[in-house]
Nanobody, 124 residues
Framework: QKQFVESGGALVQPGGSLRLSCAASGFSLEYYSVRWFRQAPGKEREGVVCISIDGGKTSYKDFAKGRFTISRDNAKNTAYLQMNNLQPADHGVYYC?????????????????WGQGTPVPVSS
């Protein structure tokens, strides 16, 4: 089965940091761009940031700029999301999905190989 396996989520206090991992299972990450998403309770899933196949291009949503950093290691078949200065508004479940390009923000069903997500509770 082709899917991502997300990990690294944990309870964090406001101002804290986390590094999430997104491991590709059953497929090779080197052929895909990767987009991180998040979903807060009662809200729609939203995009956070996307990274191109070679890691040379990234595209961040405004709320992530300056605080979050996406990276990837194709040799390890894994993408990462470093999150700093986390705030209560960042509370939610974080997912990654595959896409062929970061140039367009697609509808949710168009993304591939979704994982189960990793929870990031932000609370004091």
């Amino acid at each position: 089965q082709k899917q991502f396996v997300e990990s690294g989520g944990a309870l964090v206090q406001p101002g804290g940091s986390l590094r999430l991992s997104c491991a590709a299972s059953g497929f090779s990450l080197e052929y895909y761009s990767v987009r991180w998403f998040r979903q807060a309770p009662g809200k729609e899933r939203e995009g956070v940031v996307c990274i191109s196949i070679d890691g040379g291009k990234t595209s961040y949503k405004d709320f992530a700029k300056g605080r979050f950093t996406i990276s990837r290691d194709n040799a390890k078949n894994t993408a990462y999301l470093q999150m700093n200065n986390l705030q209560p508004a960042d509370h939610g479940v974080y997912y990654c999905a595959a896409t062929y390009s970061c140039r367009a923000y697609l509808s949710i069903p168009a993304y591939l190989n979704w994982g189960q997500g990793t929870p990031v509770p932000v609370s004091s």
